[in-house]
């Protein structure tokens, strides 16, 4: 690589002393765990309430199915709503709700209390008890947050379902889990119109031999069609239960939810995570890694409760710090793109979790339309789900973070449970785009194929070598499935495969370069996807850029690039191609130059705003198209293939 594609490895940005002088993360943090790391955890759990204390802090006997807290028993919804409200904080906002047609809500924690309690009931009275499963089909509205936490409650195991999932999405999930009831809305509100949602619930839900009841909030005020003695309202049922409800403790490894993620094959795996060990992670990262005061924060997780970020960061983390945050139902563009920043401006929000993809939407809307607001709130800035370009983190600093704002760049997955691989704020020097490294009580490698260890500069796997509190538990139903996918690859040494590729550069910092299927091998040489994005996206022209590896006879495999101008840029064809091609040659290596390039006007997406690599793919070398299921517009390659 030449020394331009590294300049910003160079580019360190040390905390303020301003910022660390009041920094929830000191230096003994590392220090503590490095000194026992089982110590350590054992010390970060105490930041809940117990029934039971544990009498051991692990047991690995089982591996790779860990035992966090062994024999320790809790309440979860206990520790995310009633402790907050008997230490007197009952007043507080937990929730300021913006539903997206303009309505709003405020929750304090006493209210989510009352929510809570008058759910438990309910589930209850329905006869459900504790280990059945309960799915969750709805829009980002308190309701969806409290059935959560009244599920916790009663050691209901809950399935979130993401409320822009089809049907069959929602069936195959129901039936996999055998949900007994699921929980769902009339309709939601998408960009100024009720989409009804019930009609698919009803879809999945029929004929579907485990389920009981469906309950519905009426939400976008719809006609919904209805089946006596299944189907029950929420606000003639929940709304009318009594607010009194006592929790009971449950044991530690109390399954807390599912969640299906998609693998590598064509079915979602459901990731099962449990009590004690997972929110006792939930907490320290949200804690440490967002450097949350309770009481002064307004914190404000864009994400949705269908992913796990929503289960992490908008749920579990926040609330069981006495948080209080922004729930925002509906898209950044509704009504306008100021939509976000209006919030931010209107609720004094000052810690910011967004996705990547996101902040480059913004800047393809251009920064006139955040810098119409009073952003000065904004203290500190996350970053989730895909690794963040310079670029864009640069951007996002400058323009959301008034050049001043530390931004955390948080490596985890569903798997994981919560946050693993970040920066410390106040403690951490960031580099733009870098994980920069794994949080104290966390151990991960860089690996090659013979598991050798790698040191600086080194390029390769990223492994988990040692089990960490929030980790998965298992897969529903598939326990070989699980020690397959994530365990088989490093079975000798015990590692967990992550699937992610990463390298530490001269200095030591982490740099997570994508999944290992996105990583391109040209002529023996490995490029990351996200290295040659970056480098595209670094041209004033581009907006956004998605790259794929499609097979080469001559190089093995061969860069293809599909590029989103920026709004203004003007498409001068075969010349702007050549521009955009000598551009990744500058910025990383002429090896590193696209062999195609397309200029399109869309890119295809996940509806959790993932670009589609593998569709990409098949794109690139002409074959037919894959499954397109899970593409929030599956026509975006009518156009793409218009090229
Ligand atoms: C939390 C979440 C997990 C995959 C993961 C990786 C990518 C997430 C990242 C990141 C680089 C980051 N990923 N955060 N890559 N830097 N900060 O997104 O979970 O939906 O399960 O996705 O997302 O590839 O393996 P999930």
Request: proline share 6%; net charge negative; glycine share 10%.
């Amino acid at each position: 690589m030449t020394s331009a594609a590294q300049d910003h490895e160079q580019q360190v940005f040390p905390p303020s002393a301003e910022f660390a002088a009041t920094a929830n993360a000191g230096p003994e943090l590392q220090a503590a765990a490095d000194a026992d790391r089982l110590a350590f955890w054992d010390t970060q759990a105490q930041r809940l309430d117990w029934a039971t204390p544990w009498s051991e802090v692990l047991d690995w006997s089982d591996a790779p199915v860990a035992k966090w807290f062994v024999g320790g028993t809790l309440n979860v919804a206990y520790n995310c709503v009633d402790r907050h409200v008997l230490a007197g904080n009952g007043d507080r906002v937990a929730i300021h709700f913006e539903g997206e047609p303009g309505d709003t809500r405020s929750l304090t924690y006493n209210d989510l209390l009352a929510e809570v309690s008058r759910a438990a009931n309910t589930f209850t009275d329905l006869g459900l008890v504790p280990g059945d499963r309960v799915a969750i089909y709805m829009p980002m509205i308190p309701e969806a947050i409290v059935s959560m936490l009244a599920c916790a409650r009663l050691g209901l195991t809950h399935s979130v379902v993401f409320a822009g999932f089809s049907s069959a999405a929602l069936r195959s999930r129901v039936d996999d889990a055998e949900a007994k009831l699921v929980i769902t809305v009339d309709g939601q509100w998408r960009r100024g119109q009720a989409a009804p949602l019930k009609p698919a619930a009803d879809e999945a839900v029929h004929g579907a031999a485990s389920v009981e009841h469906v309950l519905v909030v009426k939400r976008a005020g719809i006609d919904v069609d209805w089946t006596e003695g299944r189907d029950l309202w929420w606000h003639e049922t929940v709304e009318k239960a009594s607010p009194e409800h006592t929790p009971q403790a449950f044991d530690a490894e109390h399954p807390l939810y599912i969640l299906y993620t998609s693998g590598t094959t064509g079915k979602p795996k459901g990731i099962i995570h449990t009590s004690g060990g997972y929110l006792t992670q939930a907490s320290y990262t949200h804690h440490y890694v967002f450097d949350h005061k309770p009481g002064e924060d307004v914190y404000w997780c864009t994400a949705d409760i269908g992913w796990v970020t929503g289960h992490t960061y908008i749920v579990y983390g926040p609330l069981s710090n006495g948080a209080t945050q922004v729930v925002y139902e509906g898209t950044p563009n509704a009504p306008t793109e100021h939509r976000h920043f209006e919030i931010i401006e209107k609720y004094g929000v000052s810690i910011y979790y967004t996705a990547p993809t996101l902040i480059r939407t913004f800047m393809k809307w251009g920064r006139e339309i955040p810098d119409a607001h009073d952003l000065s709130s904004i203290r500190l800035l996350g970053s989730v789900g895909e690794p963040i370009n310079p670029e864009a983190w640069r951007w996002y600093r400058e323009v959301i973070g008034a050049g001043s704002a530390p931004i955390v760049d948080t490596w985890w997955q569903t798997e994981t449970g919560a946050i693993m691989i970040s920066p410390l704020p106040g403690i951490t020097a960031t580099k733009p785009g870098a994980a920069m490294a794994p949080l104290p009580g966390i151990s991960a490698k860089i690996v090659d194929d013979e598991a050798n260890s790698l040191g600086k500069g080194g390029n390769g796997y990223l492994v988990l070598d040692e089990p960490w509190p929030a980790m998965l538990r298992g897969i529903w139903g598939d326990p070989q499935r699980y020690r397959e996918t994530y365990w088989s690859r490093y079975e000798d040494q015990g590692w967990y495969f992550a699937g992610d590729g990463a390298r530490y550069d001269e200095d030591g910092a982490l740099w997570v370069l994508g999944r290992v299927d996105d990583v391109m091998n040209i002529s023996g040489h490995r490029i990351s996807t996200s290295e040659v994005e970056s480098a595209l996206v670094s041209h004033p022209k581009v907006a956004e850029a998605a790259v794929v590896g499609a097979a080469d006879e001559t190089t093995g495999q061969g860069i293809v690039a599909f590029v989103i101008l920026r709004e203004g840029a003007e498409n001068t064809g075969d010349a702007l191609v050549k521009e955009l091609r000598d551009h990744v040659a500058v910025e990383i290596s002429p090896i590193a130059k696209p062999r195609q390039l397309m200029v399109v006007p869309e890119l295809p997406k996940t509806r959790s705003g993932k670009i589609m690599r593998r569709l990409l793919r098949d794109v690139a070398e002409g074959r037919e198209l894959g499954d397109t299921s899970t593409l929030v517009d599956p026509k975006v390659f009518d156009a793409i293939r218009g090229k």
